[in-house]
């Protein structure tokens, strides 16, 4: 929608950073530390991922505030769809997930600051419209079909997460076979619409590097759902024959 020839370049170094990514958490040679691949720390768990988070929709409004507010149909969707990510992240970890392991905070400031920088790159390249152009019918069916795609992988996202909640809803802290919804088949559902939010804000956006940003999440979380999988055949007995991301082919 922004296409600018100037973005292939940048675009085609962001996958590769992103194979890169990909290869290193498939592999295990390099894993953040997180989730069951927590390696210690002296965090907790919830007061460290909460940290991750929440500094990233102030990222984006500062971002948007340095550009220059606009008030349009494509600003106004994208302002409140970073905010939704960002901020449904924040209610789950304070409201819906339970942890049984503290973080270090290398962990917490690495994932933390690489968020903020997406947020902050994002809301630059998203004040750079002009509202006239903002409010163009062809941007808004842009943003809507987006938006509708970003909305299906929230909502994906979250029903897999409070799944994910319930196996530990008697005050257990190990880990389970996740059932329910995808789960039946793949191992990270909840990763799958992840990516799928994250297609969805690029094509609200229509900018190749947000589409940049959508590739590198995909194929670190690829590699990641990948690992995880080998790590529950290994960790919990009895677990059955599923994929790792998508049902049927991944």
């Not at 590769?16 to 965090?43: C, D, P, V």
């Not at 340095?66 to 409140?80: E, M, R």
């Not at 006239?132 to 808004?140: D, F, K, Q, Y």
């Not at 194929?219 to 009895?238: M, Q």
Request: glycine share 10%; with cysteine.
């Amino acid at each position: 929608m922004f296409f600018q020839t100037q973005d292939v370049i940048p675009l085609l170094f962001q996958v590769a950073f992103g194979l890169i990514l990909f290869f290193l958490e498939k592999t295990g040679k390099f894993q953040l530390a997180y989730s069951k691949f927590r390696k210690g720390g002296n965090l907790n768990a919830k007061f460290a991922m909460f940290l991750i988070y929440f500094p990233a929709p102030i990222a984006y409004v500062a971002g948007s505030m340095s550009g220059g507010l606009h008030n349009s149909f494509y600003h106004d969707a994208l302002f409140y769809a970073f905010l939704i990510h960002f901020w449904k992240r924040c209610g789950e970890i304070l409201f819906l997930h339970k942890y049984s392991k503290p973080m270090g905070f290398g962990t917490v400031l690495l994932i933390g600051t690489l968020y903020s920088a997406v947020a902050w790159t994002a809301a630059i390249l998203h004040a750079s419209i002009p509202t006239e152009i903002g409010n163009a019918p062809g941007v808004r069916t842009f943003v809507v079909i987006g938006g509708i795609v970003f909305l299906i992988g929230q909502a994906g996202n979250f029903y897999h997460h409070w799944l994910l909640a319930s196996l530990r809803s008697d005050g257990s802290s190990g880990y389970k076979t996740p059932e329910g919804g995808l789960f039946t088949y793949v191992v990270c559902p909840h990763y799958l619409f992840e990516i799928i939010a994250w297609i969805g804000i690029a094509l609200m956006s229509g900018f190749l590097p947000v589409l940049g940003i959508a590739s590198i999440m995909a194929l670190y979380l690829l590699g990641r759902s990948i690992k995880t999988l080998a790590w529950y055949k290994e960790n919990v007995p009895g677990f059955p024959d599923r994929k790792a991301l998508i049902p049927g082919l991944i």
